[in-house]
């Protein structure tokens, strides 16, 4: 019997292409599926053939040949059935789940003698209804699948006897069954090591996701956690893990891991047994893992870090003491901070993830939220996400207001990332609330709901683009949500009528950003705060360096080369690189930003600087000299080596032992070395083509500077 595993796409029918590039959502398709991975393992290991399909490795394929009369749907369901396999076995989460079951629907019209077989966590919680709506789903496996999933392929292959399979919801005539659960497995050393070998799009990775273990031992009243992996709080041992860390980085190259399990710290000698094991096999392994931030202390976060710990993923929820008592999850909000603190001294990133959007959060929660989302903001290496409370299938918080939710143009983020939904997709959330309730908004009686929808899309794109000068707002006026609440303001005023995906495409563009600089121009009162004043001004200087930087023509008819440089060479600058002149020490201002404390007029120097990019998305403020500065300006693609050096000659005098050229060269090079420029030779004729690059530049990098 020939299986085939389809994982559950993440990203997937975005209307637009910049969409779908974005840094972001290419990291977060780019995530290896282990649940499939591991039970492909498990397959092979008893001789049944297993074909994998990773979907949004598929969707990237798609977007390069997507004809316009072809939805993404239609497309990957020929796909995934040209591969001739008698068993099909979807994987569902619940942002996906309707793209999901219209996959499987084409699936079964194309073979319609091929089983369909449904799992993974949204699956598992709306298991009933999903067979009582959609006849072409054969079975449902419920919870962890490598013990039931073989023995159910056994019973298609034999009897078909589904009644003593534990795990198991099938049909029988008319009557949906539940079996009972099955046991979770209690010794994770036992199962095979997924088949990364099935992964189509492991070269293009930079990490390799690991399964650390299963379960937590926590009930959050929005989690959906217990109910796929319970409460039985399981990991792999410290041996075992360095075997499979070793065993992949022989294999395929990855030296640095995601290790995949919310609740990593909870057992602190597990991880201490982990960290030291590391620490003596003498290998340099990076990575990262999941933490509470009650369970994790200095000591621990210090060891973790001599271990090669990277990264680190708190889910802190709320800011706000009242609602971690209303959500049960019970964390103390100022070791919370000190948890983030704590690592960053040690050299660990840290995401800081919030929700707002509770039914029991007022105004006050939400600036405590805020306030803690604030501090991240000032914390270089912790990148905060604000996300908006879904209410999960099955959750305590989805039972307790099922009645009472609502579906809106802009839903909880969780549930599509893109500007606009599938209209089919669409009908079917709007046709059947109880199988695709994260869609639906839940009551906020205390808050304006508006409000807070975008306050989240403000606070994380206003982060990805001004971050340090939304921090100095934040520290020298009386907080960030009053700062929020002025700009919306102003924003509906200027750019009415915005809703929905429209909205949140605006939070998008360059457009947000040139208007809440305008907005700052006109409404900030404080204009005492020398660090509101100074990151005000190097964002208008960037802006104005952008609008000139975007008038210039690029080289064509020519190629990159490198040293050593011929005089009728071109340089130019680089995409994203743009020089400008502040009067301030922007080092020292955000050294004082990050302290949350106000700096005095000892951080008025004069200065040049340049962004250079370090990422697809990102950019880092560097200070350069003076002649470089020059030189550098200089490098539009219009003028040769030769021209810039004449302009240098005419303006700067040296020393008689280094003569003009020699420096100016000398300085080209050094530049180039750096990547903020690009030396041009002609092939022919050299003409110049309208400039074109992107000219979106996101955050100020504190460590650049």
Request: charged share 25%.
């Amino acid at each position: 019997m020939v299986v085939c595993l389809i994982s559950a796409p993440t990203v997937a029918e975005f209307e637009e292409a910049a969409e779908a590039e974005s840094e972001q959502v290419r990291e977060s398709a780019g995530e290896l599926q282990l649940g499939v991975m591991s039970l492909a393992a498990v397959l092979q290991s008893n001789g049944c053939p297993v074909k994998l399909i990773d979907l949004n490795h598929q969707y990237y394929r798609y977007l390069s040949v997507r004809e316009s009369c072809e939805e993404f749907c239609t497309w990957a369901s020929k796909l995934i059935a040209s591969e001739s396999a008698d068993v099909y076995g979807f994987s569902s989460i619940c942002s996906s789940y309707p793209l999901s079951i219209r996959l499987a629907c084409d699936v079964k019209a194309l073979r319609p003698d091929s089983t369909i077989i449904f799992g993974g966590p949204q699956a598992s919680v709306v298991d009933a209804e999903t067979l009582l709506t959609f006849p072409f789903v054969d079975l449902i496996v419920r919870g962890e699948a490598e013990r039931t999933f073989p023995a159910l392929l056994d019973e298609l292959s034999g009897r078909k006897r589904f009644d003593n399979l534990a795990g198991l919801t099938f049909r029988d005539g008319n009557h949906i069954v539940r079996n009972p659960n099955a046991s979770v497995i209690e010794d994770l050393d036992s199962l095979p090591t997924p088949a990364y070998e099935l992964a189509e799009n492991l070269h293009e990775l930079k990490f390799a996701s690991l399964e650390l273990g299963r379960g937590c031992p926590f009930a959050c009243k929005f989690c959906s956690t217990n109910d796929f992996f319970r409460r039985r709080f399981r990991v792999k041992s410290p041996r075992r893990m360095l075997d499979e860390m070793r065993s992949i980085a022989r294999k395929f190259g990855f030296r640095r891991f995601d290790l995949v399990h919310d609740m990593f710290t909870v057992d602190r000698r597990r991880v201490v047994s982990f960290c030291n094991e590391l620490l003596s096999s003498g290998e340099k392994f990076k990575w990262s893992c999941s933490a509470r931030t009650d369970c994790v202390d200095t000591e621990l976060l210090e060891l973790m870090a001599q271990a090669g710990c990277i990264g680190i993923f708190f889910g802190v929820e709320t800011g706000s003491a009242r609602m971690q008592a209303v959500i049960d999850k019970h964390l103390d909000i100022p070791q919370a901070k000190a948890a983030i603190d704590a690592a960053e001294r040690y050299g660990i990133a840290t995401t800081v993830s919030l929700i707002t959007g509770f039914p029991e959060e007022n105004v006050a929660d939400l600036r405590d939220t805020a306030s803690l989302y604030m501090h991240a903001v000032r914390t270089p290496n912790a990148t905060p996400q604000l996300n908006l409370l879904a209410p999960l299938a099955a959750t305590p918080i989805h039972r307790q207001h099922v009645e009472e939710l609502t579906l809106d143009d802009l839903c909880s983020d969780i549930s599509h990332q893109g500007r606009f939904q599938n209209v089919v997709d669409r009908l079917l959330i709007q046709t059947h609330r109880d199988i695709f309730p994260n869609f639906y908004l839940l009551p906020t009686p205390y808050l304006d709901r508006e409000y807070v929808l975008e306050l989240r899309e403000f606070l994380l794109m206003a982060t990805a683009r001004v971050r340090w000068l939304l921090a100095a707002l934040d520290a020298s006026t009386s907080g960030i949500l009053d700062v929020f609440s002025e700009w919306r303001s102003y924003r509906v005023e200027h750019r009415c009528g915005l809703t929905g995906g429209d909205l949140r495409h605006y939070y998008r563009l360059r457009t947000f950003r040139e208007d809440f600089i305008n907005f700052l121009r006109s409404h900030v009162r404080d204009w005492s705060s020398l660090s509101v004043r100074a990151l005000f001004e190097y964002e208008v200087a960037l802006q104005q360096a952008i609008r000139e930087h975007e008038t210039l023509p690029r080289v064509a008819g020519c190629e990159r080369v490198q040293a050593p440089f011929e005089r009728q060479d071109r340089p130019q600058r680089n995409a994203r690189v743009y020089s400008f002149e502040l009067e301030w020490d922007i080092q020292a201002v955000l050294n004082h930003v990050r302290r949350r404390e106000e700096p005095d007029e000892r951080v008025r120097r004069h200065g040049f600087y340049a962004t250079r990019p370090i990422s697809k998305e990102s950019t880092r403020l560097v200070e350069i000299a003076p002649l470089g500065a020059f030189v550098l300006n200089l490098c539009t693609g219009v003028a040769t080596i030769e021209q810039i050096i004449e302009q240098f000659a005419t303006t700067f005098e040296t020393q008689e032992s280094l003569p003009p050229d020699l420096v100016c060269i000398s300085l080209l090079e050094e530049l180039s070395k750096r990547g903020f420029l690009a030396i041009y030779r002609s092939l022919g004729s050299a003409t110049m083509s309208p400039h074109s690059e992107a000219v979106e530049c996101r955050a100020l990098s504190f460590a650049g500077c």
